[in-house]
């Protein structure tokens, strides 16, 4: 049995498709991440995996339940982060996660366990309005481990983070993951998804338009090197790149922002200074470097994903 | 069970750490009851200017003024019938009676006399503390006449006993405004804030029933209304000698009837109000006509005709009156059964489109 079955699933509101037909399947003990930039469709689709909204048609299996016919019995086997809420403000971490511990007709994890999971110690005696966003990101994680869930749902937990607490919460992530259970987060942060997961969906207008590991991903979009550089003044750069030396495929343009993808770095950073000394084209900046998740966005989507 | 017992107590312990609450709920009302009991406290041990213009010659004119003479809170003045009524204009008396010519004589030829009240309807007091003890003497010197068995001597016994104030008054009145607010500023706003914050999205992404939520929401809530009517009794009686009377329990049961039916207005306005900023309109909106027409500050005799027909459909008109009926013994404006059965039809049509229009995000 799968932990997650979606299957052609679509929500429209009015003329927007937020979802439109996607379907996917999430093994046990598997972490899968839905990417896109806002906007995408990945907190609806997420939500609706959840139970907490109704898809207009689609099929969705959530430990082998249906979660529109028996939301309660999911609800008490999943955790579940929300983007952005407020918790009991006047009540304090720990009396929070008690008062949690009070909803769920099974077996639960006691306040101290979870803190020391999402690493509040030190404030587990504060009240919830007093704390910082990260503070209470991590709380809101940990409520979503109250009940020994059998799938964590994370829905943009690092959005808002400082690196520092992004790379601590990505650790909470992983031993979520070493005790067996799965893990469905949304993100568009392409590196927590290439660090984390073991597939990703690259979800773009409410559709799935790749789905594999980020290995893969990576492999069968490129082969090549990417070169990006800044280039100074306006001077329509439109065919300056026709015919360069060693490129696999037309350059991306975005504002002054060029990325070029080529099977020979060397020939093309060569024609490249050409054109640089001829004085058709100025840099600013030029990086050289291997093709990631990102790259792999823009190349299937024409856009990238802070747009 | 222990899943709502758990919930409240958290309630509880927010509300405990919130300061603006306590000031709205308690405080607030008791400053009220502070700032009036000291406008009104003045006029501490009240007599009432009785004028009397007896034309009646006979014994019966001088037994009814005996009869008035009699009544401890009431100081008796006699005189003919155009100086006591400029006195009664000047408010030198509270109300003036006038005692028809050949009363004696008809009482004798068994037919009704007619003792005509004037009095200044713009004075609070008047029609709810003078009439009734007027009309009491009334009849009690009536049946000492007709020689029926006096059925009915203690109540005019109580009412003067209680020696009613403004204050006394007020005190119900002030208590019924609270149990609006409760169910105005300490529910609706309070859901409205809470939805938008996504806490109920929150609670409803876990398996906790909606009802336990919504019972121990409307259990912590009661209690705050029993708090309020503590703390509100406990001031009137401290600082303002305020004597309580009735039943306790049934006090206790008026309270929590009177609470329900607002708060279940209160879930009715937090399903209808998007934003807490329109929340604040409606919550507004209706709490300051039912403040100002409700006869909490001025009786309802005050009232002009055009606007009763609003006064009658208010709740909280209803709710003044079954307290006052309950805890100083004033003679209510409405039958009993009028009382209670429009604030159950008023918390049945709340509770009721509470549920069709309530929304958890």
Not at chain 1, 264 to 292: K, P, Q, W
Not at chain 2, 23 to 35: D, R, V
């Amino acid at each position: 049995m799968q932990a997650i079955e979606v299957e052609n699933l679509k929500k429209y509101y009015g003329k927007i498709r937020a979802v439109d037909g996607i379907s996917l399947s999430i093994g046990q003990g598997e972490v899968f991440a839905l990417l896109g930039p806002n906007g995408a469709g990945k907190t609806t689709t997420i939500e609706i995996i959840e139970g907490l909204r109704l898809p207009d048609s689609g099929i969705v299996n959530v430990l082998g339940l249906d979660v529109i016919r028996q939301p309660r019995q999911v609800k008490s086997r999943i955790g579940i982060q929300l983007q952005n809420t407020a918790l009991f403000q006047r009540l304090t971490v720990a009396e929070v996660l008690e008062l949690f511990r009070t909803f769920y007709p099974g077996q639960t994890r006691n306040s101290r366990e979870l803190i020391d999971l999402v690493d509040l110690g030190e404030k587990k005696d504060t009240q919830s309005r007093e704390l910082s966003g990260g503070q209470r990101q991590r709380l809101s994680v940990a409520l979503a481990l109250v009940n020994y869930p059998e799938i964590v749902f994370l829905d943009e937990p690092t959005t808002g983070l400082d690196p520092q607490a992004r790379r601590s919460l990505w650790d909470t992530i992983r031993q979520i993951q070493k005790s067996g259970a799965s893990v469905l987060l949304t993100t568009h942060y392409m590196e927590e998804a290439q660090e984390l997961c073991d597939r990703v969906a690259i979800i773009d207008s409410g559709t799935v338009i790749a789905m594999d590991t980020p290995g893969n991903l990576i492999q069968q979009n490129f082969n090549e090197t990417i070169i990006e550089f800044n280039t100074a003044g306006s001077r329509p750069l439109d065919g300056i790149f026709h015919g360069l030396a060693g490129l696999t495929r037309p350059e991306m343009v975005k504002d002054h922002h060029v990325t070029l993808y080529t099977a020979n770095t060397v020939a093309t950073l060569g024609s490249l200074m050409n054109l640089s000394e001829r004085g058709e084209i100025h840099f600013d900046t030029l990086n050289v470097r291997v093709a990631t998740l990102e790259d792999v966005f823009l190349k299937l989507t024409g856009k990238t994903i802070r747009d | 069970m222990k899943t709502i017992i758990q919930l409240y107590l958290a309630n509880l312990k927010e509300y405990r750490r919130e300061r603006m609450e306590i000031f709205w709920t308690l405080a607030f009302p008791i400053l009220f009851m502070l700032l009036f009991g000291i406008i009104f406290s003045g006029n501490g041990n009240t007599t009432f200017d009785v004028g009397i213009a007896n034309q009646d010659q006979g014994s019966a004119g001088a037994g009814l003024i005996q009869a008035f003479q009699g009544v401890s809170v009431f100081k008796v003045t006699t005189g003919n019938e155009s100086t006591l009524m400029s006195s009664l204009k000047k408010g030198d008396l509270t109300v003036l009676l006038v005692i028809p010519p050949n009363m004696t004589a008809s009482i004798a030829a068994d037919k009704a006399s007619n003792v005509a009240v004037y009095y200044d309807p713009t004075n609070q007091t008047t029609p709810q503390v003078v009439l009734p003890i007027v009309s009491q003497v009334v009849q009690g010197f009536n049946q000492g006449l007709t020689h029926q068995p006096a059925l009915v001597v203690v109540t005019p016994k109580t009412v003067t006993a209680a020696n009613l104030r403004e204050i006394d008054f007020l005190l119900p009145g002030i208590l019924a405004m609270s149990l609006m607010q409760l169910g105005l500023f300490a529910t609706a706003n309070v859901l409205v804030q809470l939805r938008q914050q996504q806490v109920l999205r929150r609670l409803g992404a876990t398996p906790l029933p909606r009802s336990m939520l919504l019972i121990s929401q409307v259990l912590f809530r009661l209690t705050i209304g029993l708090l309020q009517a503590a703390a509100i009794i406990l001031v009137g009686v401290w600082f303002f000698n305020v004597h309580i009377l009735g039943n306790p329990i049934i006090l206790v049961g008026i309270v929590l009837f009177g609470s329900l039916m607002f708060i279940a207005l209160g879930y009715l306005i937090s399903g209808l109000a998007r934003t807490q900023e329109s929340s604040a309109a409606i919550t507004n909106l209706i709490n300051f006509p039912m403040m100002i027409l409700s006869g909490i500050f001025f009786p309802l005799t005050l009232m002009p005709n055009w606007i009763r027909p609003l006064v009658d459909a208010m709740p909280l008109t209803y709710l003044a009156d079954l307290l006052r009926r309950v805890m100083i013994n004033s003679t209510p404006v409405f039958p009993l059964t009028t009382d209670v059965g429009v604030l159950a039809g008023w918390l049945v049509v709340c509770s009721l489109l509470a549920l069709r229009f309530f929304r958890w995000e």
